[in-house]
């Protein structure tokens, strides 16, 4: 970059090769490089790297990168769930329950859940939890029905995804309303067999949404595109382009 274009790397760019040694399961190289390059590492870069520790089950480096990452007091709600989920995973349950706590004094913050999904001229937005759209009762019953066959191919909710302190089965419910799976059944419903469902979700899809609409892109044999506010996920026949790293 510096001798063939004049181009002096970032903290942009080394966080890209970060999340490309990340992805590609080369931790050690990646830290090598976190501890040599000539910028502190922010949110994002931390992030990457713990994603990837996750991804490959590598628990030791994961708290190390979760320290450093819960240091900065991140300000992305996820970050917090990642972390939550990665102390929760190695035992640390006093770490587990500090970012959960800290999450919740970000919820006042954080932007309403809502998804739009475009077909033809027609587009329609929802909300999570949403229960007054007039096609409630027909969205209701076709989520109830893909639910059924998806813990018949073994789906169990993720219930970790829900933060607030209620019971397991209203965690579920919360769950079911998520404003992704609103729109996949409006589109399912609305749309000509066959056609792509795409849709635009204003927040980052949660990893249970993920896992569903990997289940229901094989169930229904449809193709579902959703841009979250990470990247664009294509579901098709039970997976998705990110390969679950996103």
Known sequence: MVEGYGIHPSL???TCLLDLLGRSGHLEEAESVINLMPFKPDEPTWAALLSACKQ?????????????LFSLKPEEPSTYILLSNTYASSGLW???SKARHLLESLEVRKEPGYSYIYFGKESQMFYAGETSHPMKDKIFGL?????VEMRRRGYVPDTSYILHNTDHQE???QLFWH???LAVAYGLLKS???????????????????????LISDIVQREIVVRDAKRYHHFKG???????FW
Do not use: P
Not at 143 to 147: T, V
């Open 179 to 181: 404003s992704e799976r």
């Open 143 to 147: 989520l109830n029905e893909l639910d």
């Open 238 to 244: 039970g997976k998705c382009s990110c390969n679950d």
């Open 12 to 14: 942009q760019h080394y």
């Open 192 to 214: 000509v067999s066959g056609t792509v469902i795409r849709i635009v979700k204003n927040l980052r899809v949660c990893g249970d949404c993920h896992t569903v609409l990997k």
């Open 94 to 96: 006093e770490h587990a």
């Open 171 to 173: 965690k579920e419910r």
């Open 56 to 68: 490959y089950r590598n628990a030791k480096m994961a708290i190390k990168f979760a320290d450093h």
